[in-house]
Structure formats: structure tokens, C-alpha cells
């Protein structure tokens, strides 16, 4: 009995564990796993970065429109600018007006950029303002 058991215990220690190659192998497919984990994961923060401007900026334009309704008074230009502050930041809008077939209804364009890049909209509102 002994002796069987001896033999067993040679036989393990010649084939027990894992090779060198082996080893790196298993690293290896970590390791690409683990690049494909992080890109994803840099990818989602930027678009997640992406959307909290997008909704900041749409929120500026949508309470443009709103002031410029609540005004009660009609847009003495066709384009209105300014600046504004959301979420501690500084945005700038922008107001186009246009005349529609009815001659008591105006509609209003928002586009909202950052102050930084003025060139790139980031949110656009569309809306109609009838005559006070």
C-alpha cells in the first residue's frame, strides 16, 4: 500500500500545478480583459460627462423661453443673447425670433454653448410666444 501511494505522490508532483505558459497565457487573457473593462468604463464617463452639459444646457434654454413668455412683452429684436449660470457654471444663450403666417404667434429658438466654445451648441429649444 505504500508503495502505490509513493507512486501516486510522484505522478502528482510531476503533474500537479500549472505550466510557466500556462501561467502567462492566463495573464495574458486577464490582462486584455482588463483593457476592454477599462475603455469601457473611460467611454462611459465621458458620455456621462456629455448628457449632465447637455441637460444643464437644456435647462438654461428652457427657462429662456419661459422668462422671455413671462415677460410679457414682444421681442423687440429678432436675436437675443446673454449669459447665464446653471449648476456653477456659465452658459451662453442665444434667442432667434421668427415670424410665423399667424401674426400673433413668434417662434423662439434657444441655442445654448458654453461661453469657452460659442461655435458649438450644446442644447437647442425650440417654442411659440403669443401676443401679450
Do not use: Y
Amino acid at each position: 500500500m505504500s508503495t502505490a501511494r509513493s507512486e501516486r505522490m510522484r505522478n502528482c508532483e510531476r503533474q500537479c500545478g500549472f505550466t510557466l505558459l500556462e501561467v502567462l497565457v492566463a495573464l495574458a487573457i486577464l490582462a486584455i480583459g482588463m483593457l476592454a473593462v477599462l475603455s469601457t468604463v473611460g467611454t462611459s464617463t465621458r458620455l456621462s460627462g456629455q448628457l449632465r452639459d447637455r441637460t444643464f444646457a437644456g435647462w438654461v434654454a428652457m427657462n429662456e423661453l419661459t422668462s422671455l413668455r413671462l415677460a410679457g412683452s414682444w421681442p423687440a429684436t429678432d436675436t437675443l443673447d446673454g449669459d447665464a449660470d446653471m449648476a456653477g457654471r456659465k452658459w451662453h444663450w442665444t434667442v432667434t425670433a421668427t415670424k410665423t403666417p399667424d401674426p400673433d404667434l413668434l417662434r423662439l429658438d434657444v441655442d445654448v454653448s458654453d461661453p469657452a466654445k460659442p461655435d458649438e451648441v450644446v442644447a437647442s429649444v425650440s417654442g411659440f410666444m403669443g401676443r401679450p
